[in-house]
């Protein structure tokens, strides 16, 4: 069955002009679109379903290039805390009866580009800048609200078992650079990850460097600072840290 629209509508997610082939062999339902403009962009993939001992096979893949992630991550999986131009590629496979099963046996691959964009619910260059100033005056929290923006985002995702798990990961804007590793449950739509921020001034000087974490849900995560690094910026009460660490270990000085 070959099928071609002017619009589409799943749930939330809504497709332009589109088309697409739908055929059934040994069982097997395969979905495969050709192309569809979608948020902005174009969007191809498709799918392929079949029965197994009770339960679904899922084998898709999909590519887009020029798609408002905003919209896009918003309607489709309820994160809305990225937005920019994304370009990316995606391949998984996963086993389950149900769509929680599903999500949980995935194993694949996600590589995904976003440029001109900007992080919602924390400035991250404000923040560093006010850290820089006064390391323990600055709460991380006086920061929700901002916005981050970025020329480039990156990052690659292995998937396994319903783990979408990162070692490279980052962003870039001029004096600010943050990179993030960790892992996003599929099924729990939750976060578990280490970040670094490193700012410095307009002629490079006096470099900054800020762990810090991310977890919780994708709607509402938490972002909390190594508070030991902030003490280590304030020269007042970096004697106290070193007090209280085993003799031998500098926590003073920055590596």
């Known amino acids: 069955l070959r099928i071609s629209a002017a619009e589409t509508v799943i ?7 589109a088309a697409a082939a739908v055929s059934t062999r040994n069982g097997q339902l395969e979905l495969a679109l050709s192309e569809a403009v979608a948020y902005g962009g174009t969007l191809k993939g498709n799918i392929a379903l079949k029965p197994a001992d009770k339960a679904t ?3 898709a893949a999909a590519s887009f290039e020029g ?5 896009a991550l918003g309607d489709l999986f309820g994160f809305r805390r990225l937005e920019g131009t994304g370009t990316g590629t995606m391949a998984v496979s996963g086993t389950g009866a149900s769509i929680v099963e599903l999500s949980r046996s995935l194993q694949g691959r996600a590589d995904i580009s976003v440029a001109s964009g900007f992080l919602v619910g924390i400035d991250l260059a404000s923040l ?3 850290i820089e100033r006064r390391p323990l005056s600055a709460r991380f929290e006086s920061s929700y609200g901002g916005r981050t923006t970025f020329d480039l985002a990156k990052a690659s995702f292995k998937i396994v078992e319903g783990m979408a798990k990162t070692g490279d990961c980052r ?10 590793t960790g892992d996003a449950n599929i099924a729990l739509r939750s976060l578990d990850m280490a970040g670094v921020a490193n700012w410095s001034d307009a002629d490079a000087a006096n470099p900054f460097r800020l762990p810090f974490r991310v977890y919780g849900g994708w709607d509402v ?5 190594d508070t030991e690094a902030l003490i280590r910026r304030s020269g007042a009460a970096a004697p106290l840290l070193r007090s209280f660490v085993r003799p031998g270990r500098d926590v003073t000085q920055e590596t």
């Open 11 to 17: 749930n939330k997610v809504r497709l332009g002009r």
């Open 57 to 59: 096979e899922l084998v």
């Open 67 to 71: 798609v408002d992630m905003g919209n």
């Open 128 to 130: 560093m800048q006010k």
């Open 171 to 180: 962003l870039e804007n001029g004096s600010l650079s943050v990179s993030l």
């Open 221 to 225: 995560p938490v972002v909390e600072p």
